[in-house]
């Protein structure tokens, strides 16, 4: 008799042919999220099992599992020689409280162990709790506590009571590359969150303007990057120097576009280094509406600057406190509160322009001179980090 921990994968399972992929991928990232620790992993039909490990690592391998993209949810289980009489003790430590109602629910892969039918199991298995605990009561359609017996093959019965939730989503490694632009702020961390969360790997890039902004600005950055490869897994961090082409930008263009030029220069960087880095995607934390570079009309200007990639923003329709709210259960918000700004707010105008026109966005970028070798400048000079 040993505890282990049961889990079910999520939505892979709707893969038809494809499915051996995204279990390998999602099998493997099992193991590099559970790297350092000792334990048996062991793979049956949809459910994987992690067998064999003390149990003093018992919360920090659940704690772990709770990052993985692709697992439904999982349960702590004992596992136990099938027979009846094993079950029924066992199902006494996950049986209901006084006072709470409960059913049995008995599955079975091997019929010849016990040759009786599943039903009649879970009846006897919850007439022996009735006789054993004072004041609980049998409700099949709504109790307080589910007692699950899982009868496997190889003469092994699984017992199990709670499900914990898991992050859901896809394997990452399943979905291609995204290059995420990644600022201090609460919303960019969430983007790359939720697009890891549909099987991305994440590469990152952030815009630095020092000593326009601190090196705590840009420190920021970096932990939070640290903070997502929880999830992520390895994340590439490419940091670029912004500080001659703000410059640049505050010298020659009009007040108001100052944000617009400024963004679209930033994914025109950000597609290039995609480009290198072998991402298919760029993706940013714009969510509609939530300041003045978030319109539509801004977005456009944005958009028109990149020349062939998508550009996902998975926050689009989020509220704020949505955001935060997501930020607070990954891990970001601590490091997004802190106050150090942003290249963003450096220069930042008065009133910058809230529907600007394509036309007006691109004869104010055409005023910034050099920008081919501003651009091939910050590329040549950008720094990349490996954070694991
Ligand atoms: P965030 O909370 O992510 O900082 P925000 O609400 O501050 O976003 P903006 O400053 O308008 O919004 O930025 C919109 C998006 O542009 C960000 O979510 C991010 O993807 C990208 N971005 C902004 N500043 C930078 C930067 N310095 N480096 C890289 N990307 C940036
Ligand atoms: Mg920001």
Request: with cysteine; glycine share 6%; hydrophobic share 40%.
């Amino acid at each position: 008799m040993k505890k282990v921990i049961l889990i079910r994968t999520g939505e892979i399972f709707l893969k038809g042919k494809n499915i051996a992929f995204f279990e390998n991928t999602l099998i493997n990232n099992i193991k590099s999220h559970l790297a350092g620790i000792e334990y048996k992993f062991v793979r049956s039909q949809n459910r994987f099992y992690i067998e064999d490990y003390d149990e003093i690592f018992q919360d920090e391998i659940i704690e772990r599992l709770l990052t993985v993209f692709g697992l439904h949810s999982l349960s702590i289980a004992t596992k136990i020689e099938t027979s009846m009489d094993n079950i029924k003790k066992i199902a006494l430590d996950y049986a209901p409280e006084e006072g709470q109602t409960f059913r049995v629910s008995c599955t079975r892969a091997d019929k010849k162990t016990i040759p009786m039918p599943s039903f009649k199991i879970a009846g006897e298995v919850g007439g022996f709790l009735l006789s054993k605990i004072k004041d609980i009561s049998v409700d099949l359609h709504n109790p307080d506590v589910v007692v699950n017996v899982d009868i496997r093959e190889r003469g092994y019965t699984y017992i199990f009571s709670k499900r914990i939730m898991c992050a859901q989503g896809m394997p990452v490694g399943t979905s291609s590359k995204g290059l995420l632009l990644l600022s201090g702020g609460f919303d960019s961390p969430v983007a790359g969150w939720r697009m890891a969360r549909r099987g991305m790997n994440i590469s990152a890039i952030h815009f630095h303007s020092y000593p326009h902004t601190s090196l705590q600005a840009k420190e920021k950055v970096i932990d939070l990057a640290k903070v997502m490869t929880k999830y992520c897994g390895n994340i590439k961090l490419y940091i670029v120097p912004f500080t001659a082409i703000q410059d640049e930008i505050h010298e020659s263009c009009r007040e108001d576009f100052m944000i617009t030029v400024m963004r679209r220069i930033m994914v025109r960087i950000a597609e290039r280094v995609a480009n290198i880095d072998g991402s298919k995607a760029l993706i940013t934390g714009e969510s509609l509406a939530q300041v003045a570079s978030q319109t539509i009309e801004s977005i456009t200007s944005t958009n028109e600057a990149v020349e062939l990639l998508p550009v996902l923003r998975p926050l689009i329709g989020m509220d704020k406190y949505e955001i935060i709210e997501t930020a607070e259960k990954i891990g970001t918000a601590r490091l997004s509160e802190l106050p150090y700004p942003d290249c963003c707010t450096v220069f930042l105008p008065e009133y910058p322009v809230i529907r600007p026109k394509l036309e007006t966005a691109q004869k104010e970028e055409a005023k910034v001179r050099n920008l081919d070798k501003l651009i091939d400048d910050a590329i040549a000079n950008m720094e990349i980090l490996d954070l694991s």
